[in-house]
């Protein structure tokens, strides 16, 4: 577990997929739960940290994908809560429809490999539904990876996680590696969080990225090269 700042927590039993833990006056809320077999890590990394699953109150799911939401059964076994995800994802992390990993082979074969159980009642969250009991963060709608994907924004720390909205690899940022179901709204996403002042920017995998984060998704989005 990597502290990012005061109550932000990097957990790194994915590997390869990152989730994070906030802690607050109103609880513990995971966003990202990593894969399904990497489930029992993750609650063993927040028990060695010195966190009890009792106080988690809630779990953000950032997009539908089985890298960041496969783990989240296993932990509603362990402690009941209110999972949160945008309206435009829901129905696929309930297993009402399947979860999109792009066309062609590829994307085939990612829905293939993907394991998930399906949630039982996910709560909406979106910038018209903030999520209760996490008043500094805002809810960003990021659409572009998937049709739901959110992030989550702290303007006082300048605190974006963002999910798979955007890649982090080797030090750069970048949207080549992340899946983009619909470029055209990936970008319009990416417009918006160049938008914000962005000092820390802590994405679903790769290295958390600080200081002025801002100028890297500014670079990011100058980019003409955003095509594959
Ligand atoms: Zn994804
Ligand atoms: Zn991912």
């Not at 609880?27 to 990497?38: F, I, K, N, Q, S």
């Not at 009792?54 to 999972?83: F, M, N, P, Q, S």
């Amino acid at each position: 577990m990597q502290r990012i700042r005061e109550g932000v927590y990097l957990l790194e039993a994915g590997r390869t997929v990152n989730a994070y833990l906030l802690e607050s006056g109103t609880g513990l809320t995971l966003v990202d739960a990593g894969p399904e077999a990497r489930a029992d890590a993750l609650i063993e990394e927040i028990e060695h940290a010195g966190f009890h699953l009792d106080d988690l109150e809630r779990i953000v799911i950032t997009h539908a994908h089985a890298d960041h939401a496969g783990g989240v059964a296993a932990l509603l076994r362990r402690r009941r809560v209110k999972v949160y995800a945008h309206p435009d994802d829901i129905a696929a992390l309930e297993g009402k429809e399947p979860m999109y990993y792009g066309r062609g082979p590829w994307g085939w074969l990612r829905r293939k490999a993907a394991r998930t159980e399906p949630l039982p009642m996910v709560v909406p969250a979106s910038p018209r539904d903030p999520i209760r009991g996490l008043p500094h963060w805002q809810v960003l709608h990021t659409p572009g990876h998937t049709a739901g994907s959110l992030s989550l924004f702290n303007p006082v720390h300048g605190l974006l996680l963002c999910g798979d909205a955007i890649g982090a690899r080797n030090g750069k940022l970048t949207l080549a590696d992340q899946l983009v179901c619909d470029r055209a709204t990936a970008v319009q996403s990416l417009e918006l969080l160049a938008s914000l002042d962005v000092e820390v920017l802590a994405c679903g995998h790769g290295h958390v990225q600080r200081p002025r984060a801002w100028q890297k998704i500014e670079t990011l989005l100058g980019k003409k090269t955003l095509a594959r």
